[in-house]
């Protein structure tokens, strides 16, 4: 050991001890401040399909791959990091010895392999980063960046680091291979060997490189340590527990149902719930749980959801990323302070501090940041701008992209759910809903003793339920307030029962004893309403199926909103039901041969995915069937299936105004008609609603023809079936109104606040 060696070798670990302890303070601080969120007991196992689907994810990259222009890039700088670790440790050894290695592995040429291949992927993988960053540089126009609002330096230093690092692994070892360290294949050198015969045998340059590899290390490791919200750097730690923890256990992804209310880790019951004491949602950053402050410091700013989000690429102000992001800086902006102890009651009293000098030692950027309100506009400092907040179609784009697992639309709806329960500040039009829902059972405000009225146009009598469900009945037809109330939807309603009516399927409606399953209620944050009209529905349904087997409890509808309720939500209320989708039934149907199309139709058709039938239940293949089934000719979209762009229904987007940038279901018209179809075919009646109101204003535009229709797949396979007999085509709303006109004082911008 020379003077060089040691001098270098004291240095580097001078400064690594102040690094990593740097590091090490950090994590744990990271820990306490994850703390702070609410408990949920449901992330605590099992363990063995959490620790599964953490390895797949992890491994296989599975959900990185979604982009996979991307995935092999970052898979590759993934294991440089972490196998590459070993590289980093090492070169320890090598400032004060520079011909050290790890015992036993030194001895391996597999070993030495796998290092080389590691130093040059991690470069490579780095390379690529930055490219692909480059390219999708914000510059670009109208809002096709998804890295639009990311911290670009940070982004930049890390991808740098990654880079650095490879050449340093790569440099450290041509080092070693000049001074005969090893005597190593060219296939196990495959890069440090021809290096090695250029540079000179010198003990002292090993040790300037390793000293050289581990200061760019220390250098991230100072950096990462200084900055607790550099999601680009530590998701590369706490993605593992993100993933782990996710809300299904079965590898699934937040979709499908909500997560219900809780407080304290426990379901909240509204009976007992007291405002003062337990929490509604999230009015504050605090009443988010630990997971939701996990999902916080995990994103990484990728922007994979902002790409996928139907508001912000209609220049609405809502990204998905930003949401997290700036809850995140709030967050821990704000932990000093509830670190503390502060707290404040709900009229924004100090609860939690007290004392003669309750704020002596916390950060006066931290008390600033605990006055912000979580909801507010920019006069308010609001962490979430409400235009921000109610601009969210619940589609679930984001959750389905998102790498490392994180939870948009449940902590939306929590955010929401505080500001329809205990704030009462939402959206105008909402109010009017919440009327209709409350009073009449539906959204659109109809009497419940019309809900039969789309039976009148059929030649044949629909079963309706008696207070006796009759033994051969297999199915209960959910019909749903659209389908009921919604003239275009109603021609879905009758196809669907013509079509059961012609396969023989034994089946009842209920009629005037249907209500609203109380989707919109739910996803809009009146949770209390949701709850009122679902208890009600259960109660109803498990009327009808008493005294009958769980295998045999089956209900089929046509709406995808009513669909996901009745599958998803009502177990968690004691409703448990065999749900099918029509499209499903009737594809199961025609596979039987009860249903035989027997007249081809010849169009050209191109399938919307609604989201609460295909992301959210993963239900695609089943329509696509009846649309080939029917004779069509099917043509896709450029986004289909989990990437479908939404209608811009969803959410309770169906009842609100769409005030700002393009309208949704326009940017997802204009898609359908680049496809040049004759029909735009669907399963869901909120969309064909939100559809034909496009196609409508697209044909007055003149960028459509006349002869565009929307339907309902189960109408082709009805024309298929009745050899080509249709219906009269579609009118809009904006030439006749359906439901019942709201109350004037409903109509008032301050209606319901």
């Excluded at 990185?64 to 890039?73: D, E, I, L, Q, S």
């Excluded at 409606?509 to 809009?524: F, M, W, Y």
């Amino acid at each position: 050991m020379g003077a060089v060696q040691l001098i270098l070798g004291l240095i580097a670990v001078a400064v690594s001890l102040v690094a990593w302890s740097m590091f090490v303070r950090t994590i744990l601080r990271m820990v306490k401040v994850v703390q702070l969120g609410q408990p949920d007991p449901t992330r605590n196992g099992p363990f063995v399909p959490r620790m599964k689907t953490l390895i797949t994810e992890f491994a296989a990259h599975t959900r990185m791959n979604k982009f996979r222009h991307v995935g092999w890039a970052h898979w590759l700088v993934m294991w440089g990091f972490l196998v590459g670790s070993a590289a980093l440790f090492e070169a320890y050894g090598e400032v004060f010895v520079p011909t050290w290695g790890w015992p036993v592995l030194d001895h391996w040429n597999l070993w030495h392999l796998l290092m080389e291949l590691l130093g040059v992927a991690t470069i490579i993988g780095g390379v690529a980063l930055v490219i692909i960053r480059q390219r999708n540089h914000p510059r670009r126009a109208d809002r096709q960046s998804r890295f639009q609002g990311s911290n670009f330096w940070q982004a930049y230093f890390v991808e740098a680091v990654v880079i650095f690092e490879g050449i340093g692994i790569l440099g450290v070892r041509a080092g070693k291979a000049a001074l005969g360290a090893h005597e190593l294949p060219t296939w196990a050198a495959f890069v440090s060997n021809p290096l090695g015969e250029i540079l000179p045998a010198s003990p002292n340059l090993v040790s300037a490189l390793a000293f050289i590899k581990l200061m760019g290390a220390m250098v991230w490791v100072y950096v990462v340590a200084k900055y607790m919200t550099m999601g680009v750097a530590w998701h590369r730690f706490s993605a593992f527990f993100n993933i782990y923890f996710k809300r299904e256990a079965d590898g699934g992804v937040a979709l499908g149902a909500l997560k219900p209310m809780m407080s304290d880790g426990k379901p909240l019951d509204f009976e007992e719930a007291d405002p003062e004491k337990d929490v509604f949602g999230a009015g504050k950053v605090e009443d988010f749980t630990w997971k939701g402050w996990l999902d916080f410091t995990t994103c990484t700013e990728c922007g994979r959801c902002q790409s996928q989000c139907p508001a912000w690429n209609t220049g609405k102000p809502l990204s998905p990323k930003l949401v997290i992001t700036q809850l995140r800086d709030h967050a821990y902006a704000k932990a000093p302070y509830l670190l503390a102890g502060g707290k404040k009651d709900m009229m924004g009293e100090e609860i939690g501090l007290t004392g003669d000098n309750p704020h002596a030692g916390i950060d006066v950027l931290a008390l600033a940041e605990a006055e912000r309100p979580l909801i507010g506009g920019v006069d308010e400092l609001g962490v979430i701008d409400p235009e921000v907040l109610w601009s969210c179609t619940t589609c679930g784009a984001c959750v389905e992209q998102c790498p490392v697992d994180i939870e948009h639309v449940d902590h939306i709806v929590d955010m929401r759910r505080y500001q329809v329960l205990i704030e009462s500040n939402f959206p105008s039009e909402l109010g009017g809903m919440f009327k209709n829902l409350e009073n009449k059972g539906n959204p659109w405000g109809q009497n419940a003793k019309d809900r039969l009225a789309w039976t009148e146009e059929l030649d044949f009598e629909v079963p309706v339920f008696d207070g006796e469900l009759a033994a051969d009945t297999e199915y209960l037809f959910w019909v749903g307030c659209a389908g009921a109330f919604e003239d275009r939807a109603k021609k879905t309603t009758r196809a669907v029962a013509e079509l059961l009516h012609t396969a023989d399927v034994k089946y009842v409606v209920l009629g005037s004893e249907e209500t609203c399953t109380g989707d919109p209620a739910r996803r809009a944050g009146n949770e209390f309403l949701f709850q009122m009209l679902a208890q009600q529905n259960v109660e109803v349904i498990n009327s009808v199926f008493e005294g009958r087997e769980a295998g045999k409890r089956k209900v089929v509808v046509t709406c995808a909103h009513c669909f996901n309720t009745l599958a998803n939500e009502y177990p968690q209320l004691g409703g448990k039901y065999e749900v099918v989708h029509h499209t499903q039934l009737l594809n199961k149907l025609v596979r039987e041969r009860r249903l035989v199309p027997v007249a081809k139709v010849a169009e050209d058709v191109t399938y919307h995915d609604p989201c609460y039938l295909g992301r959210h239940n993963k239900i695609y293949e089943a329509p696509r069937e009846l649309v080939g089934a029917s004779g069509a000719k099917l043509r896709e979209m450029p986004r289909h299936e989990e990437r479908s762009m939404c209608c811009g229904a969803g959410g309770a987007r169906m009842w609100m105004e769409e005030r700002i940038g393009k309208r949704i279901n326009l940017d997802r018209v204009d898609e359908a008609l680049s496809t040049a179809p004759s029909k735009i075919a669907t399963g869901c009646p909120f969309c064909r609603v939100m559809l034909t109101d496009g196609v409508t204003a697209r044909q007055a535009d003149g960028a459509a023809g006349e002869h565009v229709e929307v339907v309902d797949v189960a109408q082709l396979l009805l024309a298929a079936v009745k050899r080509g007999q249709t219906e009269p085509a579609d009118t809009p709303t904006d030439e006749v109104g359906t439901g019942t006109p709201l109350p004037d004082e409903d109509k008032s911008p301050t209606a319901g606040n």
